[in-house]
């Protein structure tokens, strides 16, 4: 039985990060990154108990991360209650992938750009594009 009264994206243990602005202690987790230490789910003797009617949909997934709510380098820890829509699989290695924009540029500028291949991919450009000329 699927409905808002169970998480479903998430499982202990995930790598995860935050895309929403969240705020915790005045501070915002919008691009922490942390793990899934617990998630909602119905309780599987009976799916229509009382607890499912109570379940708060922003409170589906909790995640703990490393640092303070302020700063990510100061030791500690710190748990925080998360809906699904507020959070994100994360890379495993750790590494936050700046996600870019759309700028307008075409194809080619944009292979140059982001798949930086050197001489080779100037070439293959330059190719491409003296081959339109000739059509």
Known sequence: MKD?????WFKMGDSVRVIDNVIKAGASLKGRQGRVVETWEKCDVDPTCCCAEQVDPGMAVRVEF????TDSTE???????????????APEDDTIV??????????TAF???QLKM??????????????????
């Open 111 to 113: 292979k140059l750009d």
């Open 66 to 69: 490393e640092g303070t709510e």
């Open 4 to 8: 808002k009264s169970s998480a479903y």
């Open 98 to 107: 700046e996600e870019l924009p759309f700028n307008g540029m075409s194809c």
């Open 118 to 135: 050197g001489q080779q991919a100037k070439r293959i450009a330059a190719y491409e594009q003296s081959q339109s000329d000739q059509n």
């Open 75 to 89: 030791s500690g820890s710190f748990m925080h209650y998360f809906s699904e829509e507020e959070l994100t699989h």
